[in-house]
């Protein structure tokens, strides 16, 4: 058990995650594959046709009803599963955190947490962590120890510059879950136009937006805003534009969950107020898409 | 109480405090960054107008800042703390030729006269007994020198100790105008609970008969004493002989005697003849020139002008002398007398000596021994009239004195600058942590 992620994964121990649909032929696994063969678990017989393996003849089918029945199995197949992680600066908000959490500590234990859930399927797990220095890649590996390396690869990162994810897909494969851990103010737009192609070969793609609780409910005050990746001085945060600014972050948030759905995506919020293991849960049960109705509200946080 | 050496260093402190406290007070204050990743949502705006309504650190910052402007100005002005309350220096002027012991014996009763509470100063003033008016003069350099010394002191009041007859008060007239305020005469004579006489106390008695004499009636007194009455002063007129010296231990009863001796000849006892003489010229006495037929028959000889106890009384135009007096040596008990000689010829029949011209030579004559004929009552008159017509303030000020004088350099204590500096600097200081500690909230 690694060291920080104790709770965790003791929560989110004994969570299954199968693929939402029948995946690709592979090495075997625990998801349903799109191939049926003879071997595994039964599911119907099927008229005999000229051609099939007479291997697969239930003979004493044959042998009641003087007709020719194959006996058909269910297989199951492994699905690769590659985490594509935003490490650009502004996920290190809050800045003095004081023991604050922030967005990156919530990044770190999602990605652990589902990493955790998806290594005890014996999933393959790949990461990509993209920062202002340039990209971390761990190739797919299935071994024991993944998720301790994805959590050193993690711990040892520092949130800096820009970010850019969409040139990463093109390392991708098109059959794979991909799980984009993010706070969306990168290049969405290119994002996910590169992501269309992966999501029309069957890709699975989860979309993790995470958000601080500072973002949701800032400071009260008179503040100069100031971005915290471009360091571009933006207006004055006041009583007066506070609500104009809750509303326009709110809009965003909307407009990002239902792009991504229209995309076909699972779209997810989770703050840094959220309980984690359960928004984990919510995550690996499909529960999470329930939830996106609250994604558009400026009262924020959810998961 | 603080002064300054440079004052103007104070009052452009003030003018940077005022508008230190405007520019803080209306000042439009820049609001406090905040570091949002979604600060590009925030609605574009101004961001100047913030807030005009101050904190209350701001007026914390406003007073640390002026106390920091304050106490660097008072550092460069020099800066001089004297005692709180300002006090009243009392002069004290009197007749540098007075004996000490009269001066010793004055100083209780005058220290009566005098309000609580004023520090009194003596100065002694050369020749004050003849013209008051040299006080004015001592006054001043001494004064001007102590307010600069003490500046606690906020005011001058002067007091003059005369005697109750002065030879002259030009002196007095010339410098009363450079003394702002008013000053208090006291009488020597009243000190020493002397009586004055009165000028009116004064008899002529010609000793020699001679009808129409024109000298005994210009020498006449124009107010007579009464009948049976003593006067404080007799004019004794020796026209054609001498006066008899041994004779005036007999008079006892007046008080002082003045012998005139004024030969019809116009040679005196004593003068030398000229061999040749002018017989018109001008006579000088107390300032007043009478010119007439006199005729110049004499000098004074060598043995009287070299006589310690003979002064001269009038001149000649030429400067040389028509008339001396000599102070006579008197006994215990005898009054005080003086033989006057006068070197004039005046021809009968002319009136020119009871002319308003002769007037010097017949107060010369007339006068008491020793010439001091004026008395205090008249200056303080004077003053009294003067004192309501001007309205003067009752005391001289101090700080007029100090504006006329250099400005001292330097403050009082010496360590006085290095502390207001160092308060300065603290302010700095505390004022940039102040800072800091508003920047990192």
């Known amino acids: 058990m690694i060291a920080g992620y104790g709770a965790l994964l003791d929560a989110v121990r004994g969570l299954r995650w199968s693929a939402p649909h029948r995946v690709g032929a592979a090495l075997p696994g625990v998801h349903r594959s799109t191939q049926r063969g003879t071997a595994g678990e039964f599911t119907e017989y099927r008229l005999y046709r000229p051609g099939d393996d007479p291997r697969a003849l239930d003979w004493k089918l044959l042998a009641r009803s003087d007709r020719p029945f194959v006996r058909l199995t269910e297989d199951r197949a492994l699905w690769s599963t590659w985490f594509l992680i935003d490490a650009s600066a502004s996920m290190a908000f809050p800045p003095d955190a004081r023991g604050e959490i922030t967005k990156w500590d919530v990044v770190r234990q999602l990605t652990v947490g589902l990493a955790s859930v998806v290594h005890q399927a014996a999933d393959p797990i790949g990461l990509l962590m993209a920062h202002g220095d340039g990209t971390v890649r761990m190739l797919p590996r299935t071994r024991r120890g993944t998720v301790a390396e994805i959590g050193r690869l993690l711990d040892g990162a520092r949130c800096s510059g820009t970010a850019s994810l969409a040139p990463l897909i093109a390392e991708l494969p098109a059959r794979a879950r991909l799980i984009i851990v993010t706070d969306g103010l990168g290049d969405e737009v290119a994002l996910r136009t590169q992501l269309r192609p992966l999501l029309v070969q069957g890709a699975s793609v989860h979309y993790i937006h995470v958000v601080a609780e500072a973002e949701l409910n800032p400071p009260a005050g008179i503040h100069r805003a100031r971005d915290l990746e471009t360091q571009q001085l933006h207006g004055v945060l006041g009583a007066s534009e506070r609500a104009a600014y809750l509303r326009a972050f709110a809009a965003f948030r909307a407009e990002l969950a239902s792009a991504w759905r229209a995309l076909g995506a699972h779209y997810a919020m989770v703050s840094t107020a959220s309980d984690l293991p359960r928004s984990i849960r919510a995550l690996v049960t499909g529960a999470s898409d329930h939830l996106a109705t609250d994604a558009g509200s400026a009262d924020g946080p959810q998961g | ?441």
Request: charged share 20%.
């Open chain 2, 1 to 441: 109480m603080l002064t300054f050496a440079a004052p103007w260093i104070m009052w452009l402190a003030g003018v940077g405090v005022l508008a230190l406290g405007t520019l803080h007070l209306l000042s439009v204050r820049q609001p406090p960054e905040l570091l949002l990743p979604t600060a590009r949502f925030v609605p574009d705006g101004t961001s100047r107008a913030v807030a005009r309504r101050p904190r209350p650190n701001d007026l914390l910052l406003l007073l640390l800042r002026v106390l920091v402007l304050l106490a660097a100005a008072a550092a460069v002005a020099g800066t001089r703390c004297t005692a709180s309350q300002g006090h009243t220096m009392q002069l004290v002027a009197y007749d540098a030729a007075l004996p000490a012991r009269d001066t010793v014996r004055w100083r209780a009763p005058i220290a009566r006269l005098l309000p609580a509470g004023n520090t009194v100063e003596w100065v002694a003033v050369p020749g004050l007994s003849q013209d008051p008016g040299g006080a004015f003069v001592r006054a001043l350099q001494y004064a001007g020198g102590r307010v600069l010394d003490d500046a606690g002191i906020d005011s001058v009041a002067l007091m003059v100790l005369v005697p109750s007859r002065l030879v002259s008060r030009r002196g007095w007239d010339a410098w009363r105008g450079q003394w702002a305020g008013r000053v208090q005469l006291m009488a020597t004579d009243s000190l020493d609970q002397r009586s004055r006489g009165s000028e009116a106390s004064v008899a002529l008695r010609p000793m020699d008969r001679i009808p129409d004499d024109v000298v005994a009636s210009a020498l006449r007194p124009a107010d007579t004493v009464g009948r049976g009455a003593t006067p404080s002063r007799e004019i004794q007129l020796y026209r054609q002989r001498p006066p008899d010296l041994l004779a005036m231990s007999t008079i006892s009863t007046m008080r002082e005697l003045v012998l005139v001796d004024w030969p019809i000849d116009g040679r005196p006892e004593g003068w030398v003849p000229r061999d040749r003489f002018d017989t018109v010229g001008a006579v000088v006495a107390r300032g007043q020139a009478v010119i007439g037929p006199w005729a110049r028959v004499a000098r004074p000889g060598a043995a009287l002008l070299r006589d310690s106890a003979v002064t001269a009384i009038a001149w000649w135009g030429d400067g040389e002398v028509a008339a001396v007096e000599r102070r006579l040596a008197s006994a215990t008990g005898a009054p005080r007398a003086c033989l006057r000689s006068v070197a004039m010829r005046v021809p009968a029949g002319t009136d020119l000596l009871l002319g308003t011209a002769a007037e010097g030579l017949r107060r010369a004559l007339r006068a008491p021994c020793g010439g001091a004929e004026l008395l205090l009552d008249a200056l303080v008159a004077s003053e009294r009239s003067d004192g309501d017509r001007r309205e003067r303030q009752p005391l001289l000020r101090a700080d007029a004195l100090r504006a006329q004088a250099p400005r001292p350099v330097g403050a009082s204590p010496p360590w006085l600058p290095v502390l207001l500096g160092a308060i300065a600097s603290l302010g700095l200081l505390t004022e940039w942590w102040w800072r800091r500690r508003e920047d990192a909230r």
